[in-house]
């Protein structure tokens, strides 16, 4: 079956350190994505990708990192720069055009 | 002020009630409209979408855009406990040649037994 897969399901992260979240496709969509999810502030655009070795910040991009080596694989990598990490992380993917977002099952990070 | 502004709720209603839920904006740029469905510790999947302003109806469900009044709705009907979950909405823009989802905060749906 085509879809996301996100890992792991739950991470924690003592402060300082640095945490990689990894999200993989075979849906073989050009573009992916990285959003963060807060209570009551629905989702937030961190990065994203339209095609390999290629990415955009997004609206909250300060503290995190990515990169885009292969078309299947897009991590993200939560830096210690990062002040409040606490979040779920949504890994989506789309074919061209707005309707086509596939969304991962997502991470939830706690910092300890 | 935010480019989408939608009531987090949380809303709690019967079975069988009707669901009316909002979103507004105020770029006029957004060509396109969405609403998800998010089930709790899962990643939000596709509802409906709408390109025009009036009515598209998928069986219980109900998208209503009005570009006019910047202000799109999702009814649903015939409520059901399953419908218990966060519904966003999102709209569309083209940033540099690339559609940009911009989303709602959510609203948190509870349908009572």
Known sequence: DGGITQSPKYLFRKEGQNVTLSCEQNLNHDAMYWYRQDPGQGLRLIYYSQIVNDFQKGDIAEGYSVSREKKESFPLTVTSAQKNPTAFYLCASSTPGPYGYTFGSGTRLTVV | ?113
């Open chain 2, 1 to 113: 002020q935010k480019e989408v502004e939608q009531d987090p709720g949380p809303l709690s209603v019967p079975e069988g009630a009707i669901v009316s839920l909002n979103c507004t904006y105020s770029n006029s740029a957004f060509q396109y409209f969405m609403w998800y469905r998010q089930y709790s510790r899962k990643g939000p999947e596709l509802l409906m979408y709408t390109y025009s302003s009036g009515n598209k109806e998928d069986g219980r469900f109900t998208a209503q855009v009005d570009k006019s009044s910047k202000y799109i709705s999702l009814f649903i009907r015939d409520s059901q406990p399953s419908d218990s979950a966060t519904y966003l909405c999102a709209m569309s823009k083209v940033i540099q040649g690339a559609q940009k989802l911009v989303f709602g905060q959510g609203t948190r749906l509870t349908i009572n037994p």
